[in-house]
Structures are given as structure tokens and as C-alpha cells.
Antibody, heavy 120, light 107 residues
Framework: EVELVESGGGLVQPGGSLRLSCTAS????????MSWVRQAPGKGLEWVAN????????HYVDSVKGRFTISRDNAQNSVYLQMNSLRAEDTAVYYC?????????????WGHGILVTVSS | DIQMTQSPSSLSASIGDRVTITCRAS??????LNWYQQKPGKAPKFLIY???SLQSGVPSRFSGSGSGTDFTLTISNLQPEDFATYFC?????????FGQGTKLEIK
């Protein structure tokens, strides 16, 4: 059974930093892209970043470029999101998602989500 | 960036009804369109990929169609567990973008 478990969320002041972790199990982690997707309170879904199987290709949404860094450790079956210079508008539930590329691409499994609150 | 627009934003229906949700892309995305269902306080659940292919385990009352810029999600014979918010998402290019969601409520 595929399982994705996020950790590392919490309350942080504007301008601060936070590192999210996502640990995967139940599939061959090193052979899949992984993504982070966020959802501000009461709002829709926003894709944030993704990373290729071996970490050789990375993409970000413009609003986080230069502030967020996605990385992975295939030995630990984990993907990370380092978030710096946090803003109030980064407040959201952050989901880790398995990003499957098979002809098309889709997020076929999601973690439970972790809340990040940016507030003074 | 490709903008995804869903309509309606909300919809009321009864058990047993058939409903259709529309998703429009700001440019052609071929068939690179996925659908997700989300219930309050839960992570999204993957339903349909490549516009019309049902994910394993998803009931056959769910169906998708379309290509290019216009897509639909149809739910036949609505069941109590289908009342949720539905999102479309394009996988044509990055950034991968979602529609704003359609909330399906019970009448």
C-alpha cells in the first residue's frame, strides 16, 4: 500500500524558514517524480514544485522560485521542501504527491497534508 | 501559464442524479487533463487521467471526456459519497495548474 507522510509544518514568522519532509513507502520511490502541492485555507489547489527520479530535473511555480528548494534522498525514500523568506500568502496545507509519468502525468497518491502558518 | 476554468463553481443535486462539470483550458492541452475529488479535511483523490481514463478502483459512474481546450466530468447515478469538491488539472506543461474547483452539494 502506498503511503506518503508529511512532517515539519507549524507556525513561523514572516521572513522565517521551515523544512517539510515527506517519507514514502509502498512503491519504488527512486523511480518516480515527486511533487509538492499546497492549498491555502478555503482555497483551491496550487502545484508548488516537482523533482525527477534522480533529482536531475526540478521545476517550481513562479511564486516560490528563489525562496523554496525541493530535494530528495532516495536512500531514505524522502522528498523535502526547504522554504525560506516565508510570506503570509504561503500559509497553506502542503501535500506531498507521487507524480506519475506514464504517457501523461498525474498525482495518483497524496499524503495527508501538513499545515504551514506564516504569521507574526 | 495555462489557466484552467471550471464551471459551475458550485452545484446542487440529488441522489441518483446525473451531473456534469466543465473544465476549460486557456490553450490547447490535447488530452493532458486529470480530475480529482476532495472531501473536507482530506487529501485529494485521483479519479481520471488523460481526460477519459478511469483510475483503478474508481466507480464506473464517473466518466470524463474532451480534448483540446474543453473537458467534462460526468457523474451518473449520484451516490452520497460523491458529494465533494472536484478539481481539474492540466499536465501539458509546468507549472501544472488546477481549476478553481466545483463544489457538489446535496439538494
Amino acid at each position: 500500500e502506498v503511503e506518503l507522510v508529511e512532517s515539519g509544518g507549524g507556525l513561523v514568522q514572516p521572513g522565517g524558514s521551515l523544512r517539510l519532509s515527506c517519507t514514502a513507502s509502498g512503491f519504488s520511490f527512486s523511480t518516480y517524480w515527486m511533487s509538492w502541492v499546497r492549498q491555502a485555507p478555503g482555497k483551491g489547489l496550487e502545484w508548488v514544485a516537482n523533482i525527477k527520479e534522480d533529482g536531475s530535473e526540478i521545476h517550481y511555480v513562479d511564486s516560490v522560485k528563489g525562496r523554496f528548494t525541493i530535494s530528495r534522498d532516495n536512500a531514505q525514500n524522502s522528498v523535502y521542501l526547504q522554504m525560506n523568506s516565508l510570506r503570509a500568502e504561503d500559509t497553506a496545507v502542503y501535500y506531498c504527491a507521487k507524480d506519475t509519468y506514464s504517457g501523461s502525468s498525474f498525482f495518483d497518491y497524496w499524503g495527508h497534508g501538513i499545515l504551514v502558518t506564516v504569521s507574526s | 501559464d495555462i489557466q484552467m476554468t471550471q464551471s459551475p463553481s458550485s452545484l446542487s443535486a440529488s441522489i441518483g442524479d446525473r451531473v456534469t462539470i466543465t473544465c476549460r483550458a486557456s490553450q490547447s492541452i490535447s488530452m493532458y487533463l486529470n480530475w480529482y475529488q476532495q472531501k473536507p479535511g482530506k487529501a485529494p483523490k485521483f479519479l481520471i487521467y488523460s481526460a477519459s481514463s478511469l483510475q483503478s478502483g474508481v466507480p464506473s459512474r464517473f466518466s470524463g471526456s474532451g480534448s483540446g481546450t474543453d473537458f467534462t466530468l460526468t457523474i451518473s447515478n449520484l451516490q452520497p459519497e460523491d458529494f465533494a469538491t472536484y478539481f481539474c488539472q492540466q499536465s501539458y506543461n509546468v507549472p501544472k495548474t488546477f481549476g478553481q474547483g466545483t463544489k457538489l452539494e446535496i439538494k
